[in-house]
């Protein structure tokens, strides 16, 4: 199956290139989405999570307590590792026989930190990694318009992933989302044609 990444910065349109791909008919693993579902009551990974953690970081019905665990994590490196630790190889695991196992003409894993995570290396199997780019600016004003959240906020969320410069360093394709949905439509019309392409050579 011909494999591509999809990764981009907060704010950059990620989900709205991969959502039109999907419409072109390519198959789409979401990341996050696995990264919920490897952590539902009942699975390994969320045992290993309150076995290191505790119990605290559970719910009264046994889920995750995404809120209590941000905060254990959040300035606490080794904490945010550790978690990762449990968490990251099984997500690279189900995306991975995902996309192997799909039935369409190319396969996209939408992997929102591609780039923080270890990219190829830890990625062998993507054949390509298309970036959603845009600049910090406007990733800024999205964001801010997005999540009403304060600019100090903001900016701290943008600072903690990877620069654009990383991002844009990892990139075979890059698609510049700065202009309309019908722009991007374009982007996504020229991105099937050429997996699709590629696919099949």
């Not at 959040?74 to 995306?95: G, V």
């Not at 360093?169 to 590629?198: C, F, H, P, T």
Request: glycine share 8%; aromatic share 4%; hydrophobic share 50%.
């Amino acid at each position: 199956m011909f494999c591509v990444g999809l990764t981009g910065g907060i704010a950059s349109g990620k989900s709205a290139l991969a959502d039109r791909l999907r419409a072109r008919g390519a198959f789409l693993a979401d990341a996050d989405v696995i990264a919920r579902e490897i952590v539902a009551p009942g699975q390994p990974a969320l045992v290993e999570i309150a076995a290191h953690f505790g119990k605290d970081v559970l719910q009264a019905d046994g889920g995750l307590d995404r809120a209590a665990m941000r905060q254990r994590i959040f300035d606490n490196p080794a904490e945010r590792k550790a978690l990762e630790a449990i968490t990251h190889p099984r997500i690279r695991a189900a995306l991975h026989d995902a996309c192997m196992a799909a039935d369409a003409p190319y396969a996209v894993a939408a992997i929102p930190l591609l780039t923080e995570g270890g990219g190829r290396t830890v990625y062998p199997w993507l054949d390509r990694i298309v970036i959603v780019d845009v600049p910090m600016e406007l990733q800024r004003a999205r964001l801010l318009a997005r999540d009403g959240i304060d600019a100090a906020l903001a900016d701290g969320m943008i600072a903690a992933q990877a620069t654009r410069a990383q991002r844009l360093a990892i990139a075979d394709d890059v698609v510049a989302n700065s202009g309309s949905l019908e722009d991007l439509d374009k982007a996504a019309d020229a991105l099937d044609r050429l997996y699709r392409g590629l696919a099949k050579s």
